[in-house]
């Protein structure tokens, strides 16, 4: 019995997917996400390298790829190797052992890690998003990996939408929101980026309480704050240089 309600369950969640996804829809935009520590006082010679790889089997395209540098928070000294954005059909086709691609790496850039750190798929949600291309135009970002109490993502797209309208309206920073398709007991249920150039613009007040609150009303910001305190478990924070 135990195995028919299971079958059972896994046709519905296919039969959903299927139903979810047409064959003509915009495939999803997704990155992964591989960290790097770098061996001591190899940080200049393993972004040499990875960028002479990724000039060579990453340019512009579907197999595009980029580097980060993680300037603070738990990870601050590691490196972020970022796939994409790209598709799953281009990560079924990615550059292998076909044309030296796994050799170039195992040869140039392997000898300058000390450790490799957690690989993971993020999906670009464009809905709750503005400025996806402003990220390469940046210097920095910040990076909020956030984890929702059960049964509160709804709540969570809320929150979004209404912050993507107050970036947009002002249009000088990117606001990217994505999304885990893969759940672990450690990860989170979504991230979100912004965009800034500078350490000294970070520190300041971006104006985003008035203006979200020219948008939504007064005591709007609090409220919005008082939703997050409700639904959010907790969240993790970096702070990212542009590399290339």
Excluded: C
């Amino acid at each position: 019995m135990k195995k028919v309600t299971i079958a059972a369950i896994l046709a519905l969640v296919l039969t959903a997917s299927a139903i979810a996804q047409p064959a003509n829809d915009k495939p999803t935009t997704v990155v992964e996400t591989m960290y790097l520590l770098p061996k001591r006082g190899m940080d200049d010679k393993m972004e040499a390298a990875i960028k002479a790889h990724d000039m060579k089997f990453h340019p512009d395209g579907q197999y595009q790829a980029g580097l980060r540098k993680v300037e603070y928070g738990d990870k601050a000294g590691w490196y972020v190797w970022i796939f994409g954005p790209t598709t799953y059909s281009a990560i079924d086709s990615r550059p292998k052992k076909e044309g030296g691609h796994d050799a170039d790496w195992t040869t140039n850039v392997e000898p300058l890690i000390d450790q490799y750190g957690s690989t993971s798929l993020w999906e670009y949600n464009p809905d709750l998003s503005y400025g996806y291309d402003m990220i390469k135009k940046s210097n920095y970002y910040e990076m909020w990996f956030v984890s929702l109490k059960h049964g509160q993502m709804y709540r969570f797209k809320a929150i979004a939408e209404k912050l993507k309208k107050v970036f947009e309206a002002d249009g000088k920073r990117g606001f990217v929101i994505f999304n885990n398709p893969l759940h672990t007991t450690e990860s989170a249920d979504v991230a979100i980026l912004w965009t800034f150039n500078s350490f000294d613009d970070w520190s300041k007040d971006w104006g985003t309480k008035t203006a979200f609150e020219k948008i939504y009303g007064e005591g709007s910001w609090r409220h919005m704050f008082d939703e997050w305190d409700d639904i959010v478990k907790d969240y993790n924070a970096e702070l990212r240089s542009i590399v290339k």
